[in-house]
């Protein structure tokens, strides 16, 4: 396991809630975080979304200390975060403060979001979400690293981040994008269903830019007959709002891994990492409407050959 959160190299999961009451989400979550831990994989990642937007949760800062205390070791990174939402001292208060529960357990990454109804909630001008998230970057990244310079430095989490910075990510689907990264030292983190040729376009203007922290690839990784229907379901559901020019970038298929074997999906991914050129990987099981059962034998699956997947991801660095 990579010790440090959204490092470069590392393997990490994304945890999604199914269809369940809100106890059983939480309780769920936390047995998965737990599956996570045990089977090796480096961490976790939580995403925001609101209004019972599936397959997402409304508070991942707090859900990310929910899982912490769960798992008997990685890390929790809330990441995304729909840095808009609210002013980024508030965001940065509850990051510092959630690392100074968990020292070296916990990372962040930030996007400016997609759907209006998240900023409807937050009585958000959905047209300012971008010059917002602009504004905002630097100053949480400061922040987060110690170095403010408005009355929020006298908190005393976020003072204690001047010796210990938050790793951090940043959603990235546009060159501009990558570039505001690298200027930041921020990981980039690419959309799940981008191809490989568009990824690799921005991995290497993040690299000339002067970029050094983890381009993070996110895809779903199956092992054994793929889940076609749900599949299916998954991606009419990220047609339904995904805009025509994120869509442009998705290539051809869904960009769901599947192998026989986890040999030959460890294979199968690193091929897609050496075309991407990215150095990390976030894995995704969860496909709308599959079952905790479908999703905790893929956890298994994943505790016996995960040192199959370091193996592969090494030889592409």
Request: hydrophobic share 50%.
């Given at each position: 396991m990579t010790s440090a959160p959204l490092a470069p190299g590392s393997i990490s999961v994304r945890l999604y809630p199914h269809d369940l009451d809100a106890a059983e989400q939480v309780s769920l979550l936390r047995s998965q975080a737990r599956m996570a831990a045990d089977a090796g994989f480096d961490?976790?990642?939580?995403?925001?979304?609101?209004?019972?937007?599936?397959?997402?949760?409304?508070?991942?800062?707090?859900?990310?200390?929910?899982?912490?205390?769960?798992?008997?070791r990685g890390w929790v990174a809330p990441c995304p975060l729909l840095l808009p939402m609210k002013p980024y001292a508030l965001i940065a208060e509850d990051l510092a403060w959630l690392a100074a529960a968990y020292p070296g357990r916990v990372g962040a990454g930030f996007a400016a979001g997609a759907l209006p109804v998240d900023f409807e909630l937050a009585e958000v001008p959905f047209d300012e979400i971008v010059p917002r998230f602009k504004e905002a970057l630097p100053k949480v990244v400061a922040a987060l690293r110690g170095?403010?310079?408005?009355?929020?430095?006298?908190?005393?989490?976020?003072?204690?981040?001047?010796?210990?910075?938050?790793?951090?990510?940043?959603?990235?689907?546009?060159?501009?994008?990558?570039?505001?990264?690298?200027?930041?030292?921020?990981?980039?983190?690419?959309?799940?269903?981008?191809?490989?040729?568009?990824?690799?376009?921005?991995?290497?203007?993040?690299?000339?830019?002067?970029g050094r922290a983890a381009k993070i690839l996110i895809r779903r990784v199956w092992v054994g007959g793929a889940p076609t229907t749900e599949m299916a379901a998954q991606m009419a559901h990220y047609r339904s709002y995904a805009s025509d020019k994120a869509q442009a970038n998705w290539g051809e298929g869904n960009q769901l891994i599947v192998g026989d074997t986890a040999a030959e999906a460890a294979h199968l991914l690193a091929e897609v990492m050496a075309a991407s050129n990215c150095d990390t990987v976030n894995i995704r099981i969860h496909v709308k409407g599959l079952s905790p059962g479908q999703v905790e034998k893929q956890f298994s699956m994943y505790a016996d050959h995960l040192s199959e997947f370091r193996s592969a991801l090494e030889a592409t660095r």
């Open positions: 961490g976790a990642m939580v995403a925001e979304h609101h209004a019972d937007f599936p397959g997402y949760l409304p508070n991942p800062v707090q859900l990310a200390g929910f899982l912490l205390e769960a798992m008997p170095n403010d310079s408005t009355p929020l430095a006298a908190d005393r989490a976020i003072a204690a981040l001047a010796d210990a910075p938050l790793p951090m990510a940043v959603g990235t689907q546009s060159v501009g994008a990558v570039r505001r990264a690298a200027k930041h030292q921020l990981a980039v983190l690419y959309d799940s269903i981008q191809g490989a040729t568009v990824t690799k376009a921005l991995s290497d203007a993040y690299d000339e830019a002067g």
